[in-house]
């Protein structure tokens, strides 16, 4: 089993991050992929999903900011963030949509937003 994403860091308020989730194959497969955040403090919440031939959804927050994609012949589903503001801030995960807190999450990937 493995959830491996990358690509966070600290940024100032307008910039860009792209973050990179490889799943092993067994979660990958031809689901419906999502990239969730927590914030501290609060409970993990979804961002945005896209299925297995491309369809994209977003949480109203980073509509037109962020842009998930993904490449099924590597397993990696990626999560573009641009013009990021402090309340981005948070540990991003990836993982099937609809995984829930019994799931295997991995270690996910800390995003800071400074102003």
């Known amino acids: 089993v493995q959830l491996q994403a990358s690509g966070g860091g600290l940024v100032q308020a307008g910039g860009s991050l792209r973050l990179s989730c490889t799943a092993s194959a067994n979660i990958f497969r031809a689901d419906t992929m999502a990239w969730f955040r927590q914030a501290p403090g609060k409970q993990r919440e979804w961002v945005a999903h896209i299925t297995s031939d491309g369809i994209t959804t977003y949480t109203h927050s980073v509509r037109r900011r962020f842009t998930i994609s993904r490449d099924n012949a590597k397993n990696t589903v990626y999560l573009q963030m641009n013009n990021l503001k402090p309340e981005d801030t948070a540990v991003y995960y990836c993982?099937?949509?609809?995984?829930?807190?019994?799931?295997?999450w991995g270690k996910g990937t800390q995003v800071t937003v400074s102003s």
């Open positions: 993982n099937r949509l609809g995984s829930g807190p019994s799931s295997y």
